[in-house]
């Protein structure tokens, strides 16, 4: 019997710093897109004069946020900063510190891949319920996009700067090329 001949897959480019372990206590600024940027957690408006913009959340948004405020309860050492849910997208600021724990419940893994594909992971299952038992409009393939973006925080300057970001991103939001009325 031939053996059948080996496929080849292109390797996808690591979106992570290699060599980096992103285990290591500090601070982490991470963003992640809803896939094809779908507008899917509510949109933004504005609050009045003394106010900016916000972000007014609809069931799937306040599910989301819920989950990402949850992230501490599932790991020791872990606290969330600055974050934003916006409607295609989440900015969020996560600090690891030294902890003789380990993840509670069904954790694949400690350090800052782990907490995302868990974050991503529950609330694609909440989300799924949602659909079936709430009527959320339905989505086919994934509800986030493959990976997401990092950065490691390397100083408090730095600290300011994207917590500021985190908190005038519902300001920008009309510049964002997903951006619709």
């Known amino acids: 019997?031939?053996?059948?001949?080996?496929?080849s897959f292109p390797q996808r480019k690591s979106l992570r710093l290699k060599h980096y372990d992103y285990s290591l206590e500090g601070m982490y600024f991470v963003t992640m897109c809803t896939?094809?940027?779908?507008?899917?957690?509510?949109?933004v408006v504005g609050a009045g004069p003394s106010a900016g913009p916000k972000v007014q959340f609809n069931e799937i948004g306040s599910m989301v946020e819920s989950i990402w405020y949850q992230i501490p309860d599932h790991y020791p050492g872990v606290e969330i900063d600055e974050f934003i849910v916006?409607?295609?997208h989440l900015h969020g600021i996560i600090r690891l510190m030294p902890s003789d724990g380990r993840?509670?419940?069904?954790?694949p893994t400690f350090g800052l891949p782990g907490i995302i594909q868990r974050f991503k992971s529950?609330?694609?299952?909440?989300?799924?319920?949602?659909?079936k038992q709430s009527?959320?409009?339905?989505?086919?393939?994934?509800?986030?996009q493959r990976g997401y973006h990092d950065r490691i925080i390397r100083n408090e300057s730095e600290l300011n700067k994207i917590g500021q970001?985190?908190?005038?991103?519902?300001?920008?939001?009309?510049?964002?090329?997903?951006y619709s009325v």
Request: charged residues 25%.
């Open 86 to 88: 916006m409607p295609n």
């Open 122 to 131: 529950l609330t694609t299952t909440r989300y799924r319920h949602g659909v």
């Open 135 to 144: 009527n959320w409009p339905p989505f086919s393939g994934r509800l986030w």
């Open 103 to 107: 993840p509670q419940g069904a954790a």
């Open 35 to 43: 896939e094809d940027r779908r507008c899917l957690f509510g949109h």
């Open 165 to 178: 970001y985190i908190v005038d991103n519902p300001a920008k939001w009309e510049e964002d090329p997903e």
């Open 1 to 7: 019997m031939k053996t059948p001949p080996r496929v």
